[in-house]
């Protein structure tokens, strides 16, 4: 309401004028250096509705914001208006809200912004007022046109400032903020199905400050801010290796969770989604893969090959991420039977299709003809069913037949597989970048989280000195009160002495096992599985998950390697997989896919990319603060921006003498590279409210 009435006189003078409340444009954030509310004044368009490049409405105040990054833009979202701009008032106008300002006590008030029209004379872009009990602050933006670097003469700008303002050169502070834009657009304007099928590569910068008294960046003593944005899911991602996983196990679970509360009759298998469909998405034939998984499993009987860590998309040469999740892509992550399962089953439209293609899978099974190879470290119900039903079972009928009349343990047999394997897959991945000792403590809900990754990786050098220290990832999962309740009269103890594949295949070679079936022989299925980890196992996954996007993007944009990734790594596991995560579900990252970060590195990651001509540079000059008492009694303080594209959107630029063809292009030889320049002035007097923009 205070708001109105400041602005009201404004409205009954000035009707021919758009004045809103808003957030900061980019344009007038890249001179203040912030997001906050203000009054934006300018002239209303000729045309009341235009639209994008997709043919919606967009109001009129979003042909005066950029898109995309706050300096480039895509004309094609813009409709050039010629009346945007203010032709002679923008002083009344300023006058007049600094009026209505001055009869308030209030401590601060929202500024008013109102756009000029440049081609008057100074040039003048912006001019900006706002007035409280205590002050009176205004300035201006004015166009200085292009110039090259090596054209700026620093030291006598901040010569210039210090006899403005009375103060000695020593008493002046200067400071020197760019941004290296290495590769994308942002994503901001779209929704989530848009996200997906949009170019795959989110916004990757490089922010970078120092005090240093020139504009060309000082690769080795400036302090680099590495900013990204990616889209969980995103298509083209090589991620969707493992996070395919996680959205199928996602929906599973909120099926288990709601079978257990109303009973599993309630529920309407065929239309209970397991994967959902995106517009794009590839679609395979799931029934055609399995079969070609147990013709494959036929063929190689007793041939499958286990190497180290029964990992087979990670070898002694990979030496990137690309290369391990790619693998992973095209052939699974391990010859597992059940995991290969699993990335057949994960990609069922319907609850109903995945229980028949495992029935389906399992009477294959039964029938002897293959003998599937199991990793050892594989400890799921379904890997020892797979087992105990290879090696022909007098009751195989009896065991489908419960699966079929009970979903719930034929779908929690297919996502314990899931939750183990995808636990296993993060730890394997991640492992190349942060020691296994820290991944594996992920999973477990008695993770040392008060310590450190810092911490805990130099008690791993302290008790391994330097060696190879690995834990086993299932160990995590223990049984609670919230399982799943399962139908079943099929249950036994395990036989410790239980014979391995290998070790029934050999005795069986040699005659030293029957083929007789003991009819009373019991399968081995557990009468109940305990779903209550998997609530914060999906989380924890939702979580690594958004850490592995944006390392996947590091490594690509910044042409990094592990070693060089591992610090970041550590950053983003202790940005997101915390108590202050910005991520909670896998719901969350399904409905908001998009991910954005701004964490500090070392500068010698990158300072092949800080050799380059930066996107943009801003420098600041004020007064130390250690010199508030010397020189004239205000606070000024002057910001240059220098820009490869225009800062301000095509209604405001039109305007002004240089043409398009100025506009600088990035060329071989950095000297004929120039850059816009605009100037903004910022004076604040003490109790003092006349409008004064000669300055």
């Known amino acids: 309401m205070v708001l109105i009435n400041f602005v009201q006189p404004l409205l009954e003078s000035f009707p021919k004028f758009v004045i809103e409340k808003q957030s900061s444009p980019s344009y007038v954030k890249m001179y203040t ?314 990609d069922c439209e319907t609850a109903e299709e995945l229980i028949t293609l495992l029935l389906q899978a399992l009477k294959f099974v039964s029938s002897g003809k293959i003998r599937p190879f199991i990793d050892v470290n594989n400890k799921t119900f379904l890997s020892k069913l797979v087992l105990k039903l290879s090696r022909g079972h007098s009751q195989t009928s009896k065991v489908l037949k419960n699966l079929r009349s009970s979903p719930p343990q034929a779908i929690s047999l297919v996502a314990q597989v899931g939750m183990e394997k995808t636990m296993w897959e993060y730890t394997r991945v991640m492992s190349l970048l942060e020691h296994s000792f820290y991944i594996t403590g992920i999973w477990n809900t008695d993770a040392r989280t008060h310590e450190s990754i810092e911490q805990i990786n130099q008690t791993i050098q302290d008790m391994t000195m330097g060696g190879d220290f690995t834990l086993n990832p299932f160990e995590s999962l223990t049984t609670g009160e919230h399982s799943i309740r399962l139908d079943s009269e099929s249950f036994c103890a395990e036989d410790p002495n239980e014979l391995t594949v290998d070790d029934f295949a050999s005795l069986k070679k040699h005659g030293l096992v029957s083929e007789k079936k003991d009819v009373n022989e019991v399968p081995l299925i557990a009468d109940e599985i305990d779903i209550s980890p998997w609530k914060n196992l999906l989380m924890k996954f939702a979580q690594v998950h958004a850490c592995l996007e944006h390392l996947y993007r590091a490594e690509s944009c910044l042409r990094a390697d592990f070693a060089q990734l591992k610090p970041i790594a550590s950053k983003l596991l202790q940005l997101y997989v915390s108590e202050k995560s910005p991520v909670r579900t896998v719901g969350q990252l399904m409905s908001d896919p998009v991910q954005s970060i701004c964490i500090p590195i070392t500068n010698t990651i990158v300072q092949d990319h800080l050799k380059k001509p930066a996107f943009w540079y801003r420098m600041e000059v004020s007064r130390k603060e250690n010199s508030q008492d010397s020189g004239l009694n205000r606070d000024a303080k002057i910001v240059y921006v220098f820009s490869q594209t225009p800062v301000f959107p095509p209604p405001v630029w039109q305007h002004l003498e240089s043409s398009p063809e100025e506009t600088a292009e990035v060329t071989t030889i950095e000297e004929e590279l120039k850059f816009h320049c605009t100037k903004y002035m910022y004076i604040s007097n003490k109790l003092t409210r006349i409008l004064d923009i000669k300055d």
């Open 33 to 346: 250096g912030n997001n906050k509310d203000i009054v934006l004044v300018y002239s209303k368009a000729k045309q009341s509705s235009a639209t994008d490049s997709r043919g919606r409405n967009i109001k009129e105040s979003d042909d005066l914001e950029l898109t995309g990054s706050p300096l480039k833009l895509d004309l094609s979202l813009h409709t050039i208006l010629d009346e945007t701009l203010l032709p002679d008032e923008p002083q009344e106008v300023a006058n007049l809200y600094s009026k209505s300002l001055s009869q308030t006590n209030k401590e601060e008030v929202t500024p008013m912004w109102v756009l000029c029209n440049p081609s008057s004379t100074g040039k003048p872009i912006l001019l900006t007022v706002q007035s409280d009990e205590n002050h009176f602050n205004r300035g201006l933006v004015t166009y200085e046109g292009c110039m090259t670097l090596e054209e700026v003469d620093v030291e006598k700008i901040i010569e210039d400032y210090a006899a403005k303002e009375g103060l000695e050169e020593e008493s002046v502070a200067m400071s020197v903020d760019c941004k290296y834009v290495l590769s994308g657009i942002t994503y901001g304007s779209l929704n989530a199905d848009e996200l997906l099928n949009a170019p795959h590569g989110g916004v990757t910068e490089l922010l970078c400050t120092w005090s240093v008294k020139t504009l060309l960046t000082p690769y080795i003593s400036c302090k680099v801010n590495y900013s990204q944005e990616v889209i969980v899911g995103h298509l083209a991602s090589p991620c969707n290796a493992i996070w395919k996983s996680v959205s199928a196990l996602h929906n599973i679970n909120q099926l288990l969770v709601e079978m257990t509360a109303a009973g599993f009759s309630s529920i309407n298998l065929e239309s209970a989604v397991i994967r959902y469909t995106v517009q794009g998405m590839k679609q395979s034939n799931v029934t055609n893969r399995l079969n070609e998984l147990l013709n494959e499993t036929e063929t190689y009987t007793y041939t499958a090959e286990c190497p180290a860590g029964g990992c087979i998309c990670i070898t002694e040469d990979t030496n990137t991420l690309k290369q391990c999740l790619s693998s992973m892509c095209a052939n699974g992550s391990s010859n597992d039977f059940t995991y290969k399962l699993w990335d057949i089953l994960r």
